[in-house]
């Protein structure tokens, strides 16, 4: 139902843009998140938004670095990702439902729709 693009190899640096598209529904008036898992490592929150209502939120890890947005026309949620770093590597992935923040961490379990990831590999 949802199907994230986008990824592949780039340099400590350098930039990327992941894109989002849904197959069945319209991501315009939901909530949606990008996570992240790097080998050996839980799933992580990266970034949601809930658009309509103005609300993103960012981990602190890309805090600055990442950006989150809609574009309206196409019905696709972009992360752009600027001086990525080798810990940035990871299988990226979007999803739909609702966005819940606990202490400033992006968590899961509020998201209903997960789509197969994209690979991104930041190395030299």
């Known amino acids: 139902q949802l199907q994230a693009s986008g990824g592949g190899l780039v340099q400590p640096g350098g930039s990327l843009r992941l894109s989002c598209a849904a197959s069945?529904?319209?991501?315009?008036?939901?909530?949606v998140g990008w996570f992240r898992q790097a080998p050996g490592k839980e799933r992580e929150g990266v970034a949601c938004?809930?658009?309509?209502?103005?609300?993103?939120r960012y981990a602190e890890s890309v805090q600055g670095r990442f950006t989150i947005a809609i574009d309206n026309y196409n019905d696709t949620v972009y992360l752009r990702m600027n001086s990525l770093k080798p810990e940035d590597t990871a299988v990226y992935y979007c999803?739909?439902?609702?966005?819940?923040?606990?202490?400033?961490?992006?968590?899961?379990?509020?998201?209903?729709?997960w789509g197969k990831g994209t690979l991104v590999t930041v190395s030299s």
């Open positions: 069945e529904f319209t991501l315009t008036d939901r909530p």
């Open positions: 999803a739909s439902g609702q966005c819940v923040v606990v202490d400033r961490v992006i968590v899961d379990d509020g998201m209903k729709f």
């Open positions: 938004g809930v658009f309509n209502m103005n609300f993103i």
